[in-house]
Structures are given as C-alpha cells and as structure tokens.
C-alpha cells in the first residue's frame, strides 16, 4: 500500500514522502497514529502543493540570506569597550555585543548563534564570520573601540 508520511518514521522515510508499505502496517500502526495517510489522488496533490511551496520558501529565504550577505560585507561594525592600560580589555567583546551592535547601528538582526568568533580581548580590528543559512556566510569587519 502507498502512503504519504505525515512525520518522520524510523526505518521508513522522512515527512511528505510517498513510500510503499505492507498493508497491515499501514492499517493497524500508520493510518490510526496519523504518522501516514493513504496515496490517493487528493493527497499526492496536495503533496506536490505543499513541496511546491516549500522549495519557493527556500528560495526566497536564500535570496534573503544572500542580500544580507552582500550587505554585511560592505558594513564595518564599531563596538566601544573599557580597557585599562596596554590597550587589554576589562572583558571581551562577544558574539552577543557584536548581535546587539549590528542591530542598533544598521538594524541587521543577525543572532549571536550565527556568529564564529574567539571572545576579542584588545581593541583593534577584527574579521568575524557570520553563517546565514543555506550555505551562504559573510565576513564581517568588527572594529573595537575605546570607550
């Protein structure tokens, strides 16, 4: 019996795929846990719908991440910091206070999570690399800065 995954089932397939499965499985553990629904027409187009519109999805959030990408290039980024003598930081400059300083000075919010980056601990300036999703990334100038 064909059956189109509603969620991911072990040893099966993931959601949204259309796989074929003994009839008794399907009828006694898939169809009444609502793990899977029957392949009939309605459901393979509503499938192919559902697909359709998550691949447009993506690609839209791709561009998104591209542009934001080229514009991240293009935007140096000043952190103020304290330090005390020989220019040595009192903290260090993290991925949290860069986050936060990209959105007050450009409105990019770029979560911190996204950010690769050792904790800077003298001012200067500094390249951080920022993953965006679907592959793409973007360096980033970070320029520390005497309070």
Do not use: H, W
């Not at 099966?12 to 499985?25: A, C, L, P, R």
């Not at 029957?38 to 691949?55: G, L, V, Y």
């Amino acid at each position: 019996m064909k059956v189109i995954l509603q969620q991911d089932v072990r040893g099966q397939g993931k959601k949204g795929q259309m796989v074929e499965v003994s009839d008794g499985y399907a009828r006694n553990f898939l169809l009444p846990k609502k793990l899977a629904v029957p392949a009939t027409a309605d459901n393979i187009n509503t499938m192919n719908q559902q697909e359709k519109a998550r691949r447009e999805r993506e690609a839209r959030e791709r561009e998104a991440a591209v542009a934001l990408a080229n514009r991240l290039r293009e935007m140096p980024v000043r952190v103020k910091a304290k330090a005390g003598a020989g220019g040595k930081l009192f903290g260090s400059v993290t991925t949290k206070e860069i986050s936060a300083a990209l959105k007050e000075q450009y409105g990019c919010d770029v979560p911190k999570n996204a950010l690769q980056s050792e904790p800077i601990k003298a001012f200067g300036s500094y390249s951080v690399k920022a993953k965006l999703g679907y592959e793409v990334s973007a360096q980033i100038t970070v320029i520390v800065e005497e309070a």
